[in-house]
């Protein structure tokens, strides 16, 4: 199935205490290019990391493995945003209170008329406001 996927989907995959079946169910079903991001999911992956290790939700030699194994996933990652993109990206945020963040996914699952892979709530219900399918229900 392909989607653009968001760093909470890929939480759900690699924190064990975010461990989701369903999201796991379909990322084991991603051909490389099935899954799509803006490029800034590698930063908000490796800040989740960071803050999961901090914590002390996982070790360092987690940590390690995640951030390896997080490296061979299959995303398609997107190039920057032009200016009609961006533009797109604030409309959005405005219209629904997202962060750019957020935004920008939503804008890119529009853009390439691909459902939305996310466990934010409030994403999700920006993306149903916008017509966009969901690959996982919460």
Do not use: W
Request: hydrophobic share 50%; with cysteine.
């Amino acid at each position: 199935m392909k989607c653009v996927i968001d760093a909470s989907f890929v939480a759900s995959l690699f924190l064990p205490d975010e461990a989701g079946t369903q999201t796991a169910l379909i990322a084991s079903k991603f051909k490389p290019g099935d899954a799509a991001a803006p490029g800034l999911l590698q930063l908000e992956v490796t800040n989740i990391l960071l803050m999961a290790r901090r914590r002390g939700r996982v070790s360092g030699v987690d940590f390690q493995r995640v951030s390896d194994a997080f490296e061979k996933f299959p995303v398609a990652y997107q190039p920057a945003l032009t200016a009609e993109q961006r533009a797109s990206v604030v409309r959005l945020a405005e219209k629904h209170a997202l962060t750019a963040y957020d935004a920008a996914y939503l804008e890119l699952s529009i853009r390439l008329g691909l459902p939305m892979g996310s466990l934010d709530k409030h994403l999700i219900k920006a993306a149903k406001a916008e017509g966009v399918a969901l690959s996982v229900v919460i």
